[in-house]
């Protein structure tokens, strides 16, 4: 038996920025809500091509620890900290 149960949750968005923004917010309302969320995990992948998967987020790993918790394709340095800007 497993210990661990993955949630596939299938939401759509009329395009692939917005479908990365809903998946942002969302990954990050549920890591409040359970530390079980990996948001560097989360994925986004055209309905007729869900096996071609776009990053939502950074993830990479910073000096010291811990990850980057920007947008995949942000421009600024790697931070732990999600800029004003990037929050919406």
């Known amino acids: 038996m497993t210990d ?3 949630i596939h949750l299938p939401v759509t968005a009329p395009d692939l920025l ?3 923004i809903l998946a942002r917010t969302a ?5 409040r809500l359970s530390a079980r ?6 994925t986004v992948s055209a309905e007729d ?3 071609v998967r776009h990053w939502v ?3 990479r790993r910073l000096p010291g620890g811990g990850r980057c918790a920007l947008p995949a394709d942000h421009t600024a340095p790697c931070s732990r900290r999600t800029p004003w800007l990037y929050q919406r």
Request: glycine share 14%.
């Open 27 to 31: 990954a990050r309302v549920l890591a």
């Open 49 to 51: 091509q869900q096996g």
């Open 4 to 6: 661990r149960w993955v």
């Open 37 to 42: 969320v990996e948001p560097g995990g989360v």
């Open 57 to 59: 987020f950074c993830d």
């Open 18 to 20: 917005r479908a990365r």
